[in-house]
Nanobody
Framework: QVQLVESGGGLVQAGGSLRLSCAAS????????MGWYRQAPGKQRELVAL???????NYADSVKGRFTISRDNTKNMLYLQMNSLQLEDTAVYSC???????????????WGQGTQVTVSS
């Protein structure tokens, strides 16, 4: 079983920055695609940013040029640097990690519990 714990959320003024972190732990043999998603009140969850195992990235149009996703496979960590935050970025941000586990080499698809990001005017 693989557990994910996000951190770094909080309250920030519009135009400010935050850096989210996602720590993966457990019997991780290899990491595949890792991504950040968000869900605002009354809205469906949406992809914010994704990074493949080959380091290709994909961003939602609304965050391009403002957010940067990165990963450190040696530490089983995923990051999201968020700059120029806007009111519309307010949401619960969750990380998603795919990979395989030691032993049986089973694939996993794990989600974190989410961290709140609130942008104020």
């Amino acid at each position: 079983q693989v557990q994910l714990v996000e951190s770094g959320g909080g309250l920030v003024q519009a135009g400010g920055s935050l850096r989210l972190s996602c720590a993966a732990s457990g019997r991780i043999f290899s990491l595949g695609a890792m991504g950040w998603y968000r869900q605002a009140p009354g809205k469906q969850r949406e992809l914010v940013a994704l990074m493949t195992s080959g380091s290709s990235t994909n961003y939602a149009d609304s965050v391009k040029g403002r957010f940067t996703i990165s990963r450190d496979n040696t530490k089983n960590m995923l990051y999201l640097q968020m700059n120029s935050l806007q009111l519309e970025d307010t949401a619960v941000y969750s990380c998603n990690v795919k990979g395989t586990t030691w032993g049986s080499l089973r694939t996993f698809d794990s989600w974190g519990q989410g961290t709140q990001v609130t942008v104020s005017s």
